[in-house]
């Protein structure tokens, strides 16, 4: 199948991008035709957010955003940010940053299934089920496209009754919106360098539950941001509470995972953190209806790589434009498809059309004029700042904000987040309590609130470099922290019958598509790649 633009993934950033080229093609009367994959069983299925959105790129793109409908039901009426000890909370000034005045608490994921619309009836073609596994090249090797993957490959890598061959779809301009540590992305960064000027991103992991509390509990508007307990002041995250419609709350934990101790568990933080005595009562008679976890970008404006290549452009998480103190990347994901949009378009305008893998080579200085690079810019310390702990990072922002106002003489550096453990013998355990499955839950109580499901006759898509690394290095060495880095349960290790010879089983079907595993294993031994098209979660309203 070819196309003018094939675009990789349906988020926001995706979306945006297609419904631009249509909204320029149909201002131009020269077509342009583009389509959309989406790995998800639909458009939504895999998006999960906190979520605020700050609506400067919606108005962007539909100035009569209220008149289409957009899912944008409940705006921001008040902020509170909390500093937490174990049994007591202190309220603190709401950074600047973190002021949402404007701005809406979503379901990014219905906001998603909105856009789609939107771009539908401009004539993109979105096909979701399909999941690209592999990138194809012209001769010259610049990109030509992508293919989707075989369906109904068995695990012995034989084809069963249901086979389907993958489809090619070839197009002038890949466009890579995979959203945070795409599979196809990693490839395409190494193929052309283009991480070369670029700090090492750095990423943390975000774990969210949907609850339906009771009405006399219930604050439509309110935004709650807290930070302090349950981690120790050298671990950096926090939480929110986004109250929205329908007595419905959204709560999450995100911890930066450039985190220290091995012994650590995201998944076990966030749920004693449920535990605080501010934090319980919301809870308590209520019920929890949904739940997943996702990889986030947090190196911003240093970690920003090179953006197009000879056939494509990369848009949104894919590259990391996540605006880390306002925790927002919405905004800047779907401004950096309307630039990506324009310059193809312009590309298009100037280049033989009919031609495969130019480069779009003024994208990124286009997106450097953009109030998207002012953002982020401004904002590039406070992230590595927090490196030096709680303290130093709230002082050197505040410095870095009021005094410099963004303009500080000196830029700090990221570092790869793997690189981060320390040996397990050199940190002390802790000592995670028990579920109590009212407010607190195990992880396989929550993987099946998160809808996840895989056809389990087929490769595992979570992949080992070396077999023996897990036994021989992870647990030796670290305790075996896959174990708990995972919000999913999908690593785990087991021993035979007299307690002997430990091996690493690989619960593939667990897997909620959150990457942390491919970020933050010490090795790098983890390479996840993209399972059959409609497998993973499937997020109703996250």
């Not at 592999?134 to 086979?163: C, H, R, W």
Request: hydrophobic share 35%; net charge negative; proline share 6%.
């Amino acid at each position: 199948m070819e196309y003018d633009v094939v675009i990789v993934g349906a988020g926001p950033s995706g979306l945006s991008t297609a419904i631009k080229l249509r909204q320029i093609s149909e201002a131009t009367g020269k077509d342009i035709s583009v389509c959309v994959l989406e790995k998800g069983s639909e458009v939504g299925a895999h998006i999960l957010s906190g979520a605020v959105l700050e609506p400067r790129a919606l108005f962007e793109l539909f100035p009569d955003w209220k008149e289409r409908g957009a899912p944008l039901n409940t705006p921001v009426t008040s902020d509170k940010f909390l500093f937490l000890t174990k049994n007591a909370s202190f309220q603190l000034p709401t950074p600047p940053q973190m002021n949402n005045h404007g701005n809406y608490i979503i379901s990014l994921g219905n906001f998603c299934r909105w856009l789609a619309e939107q771009a539908e009836s401009l004539g993109v073609e979105i096909y979701p089920g399909f999941a690209a596994s592999e990138i194809l090249f012209n001769p010259d090797g610049s990109v030509k496209g992508v293919a989707t993957g075989d369906m109904g490959i068995g695990k012995d890598g034989e084809q069963t009754p249901n086979y389907t061959q993958g489809i090619e779809l070839h197009a002038k301009q890949t466009v890579f919106s995979e959203g945070v540590r795409g599979s196809l992305t990693k490839q395409i960064f190494e193929k052309f360098q283009l991480r070369k000027n670029a700090d090492p991103q750095t990423f943390a992991i975000g774990i969210k539950e949907l609850w339906e509390i009771s009405p006399d509990k219930h604050k439509q508007g309110l935004a709650v941001h807290t930070v302090g307990w349950p981690i120790d002041n050298s671990t950096y995250g926090g939480s929110f509470l986004y109250h929205l419609e329908d007595n419905q709350v959204s709560v999450g934990y995100v911890i930066g995972l450039d985190y220290q101790n091995p012994h650590l568990s995201p998944f076990d933080e966030f749920q004693r953190f449920k535990l605080h005595p501010k934090i319980k009562p919301y809870f308590e008679g209520g019920r929890r209806i949904a739940y997943g976890a996702r990889a986030l970008n947090e190196g911003g404006y240093q970690s920003i790589p090179d953006l197009s290549f000879p056939g494509g452009l990369i848009v949104g998480c894919s590259a990391g434009f996540l605006n880390v103190p306002k925790i927002k990347g919405t905004h800047t994901a779907m401004k950096s498809g309307i630039t990506a949009a324009e310059s193809i378009a312009q590309t298009f305008a100037k280049e033989n059309k009919e031609e495969f893998g130019v480069e779009v080579a003024d994208y990124k200085e286009q997106l450097s004029k953009s109030w998207l690079w002012s953002e982020l810019f401004k904002v590039r310390n406070i992230r590595p700042g927090f490196r030096a702990g709680l303290l130093f990072g709230f002082i050197h922002a505040a410095i870095d904000t009021y005094i410099f106002k963004g303009k500080a003489p000196w830029t700090l550096k990221h570092h790869n987040d793997h690189d981060s453990l320390k040996l397990a013998s050199h940190c002390e355990k802790i000592d995670y309590p028990k579920p109590d499955g009212e407010i607190s839950f195990d992880k396989p109580s929550s993987v099946f609130l998160s809808n996840t499901n895989h056809e389990e006759n087929q490769p595992a898509h979570l992949k080992l470099k070396d077999d023996s690394v897990p036994v021989d290095y992870n647990l030796k060495y670290y305790d075996a922290p896959e174990q708990r880095f995972c919000p999913a349960g999908v690593y785990e290790i087991v021993y035979d019958d007299q307690g002997l010879m430990p091996q690493l089983q690989i619960n593939a079907q667990n897997c909620v598509h959150c990457k942390t595993c491919d970020i933050k294993d010490m090795s790098q031994n983890i390479n996840w790649v993209v399972p059959e098209g409609g497998g993973g979660p499937n997020y109703p309203n996250m």
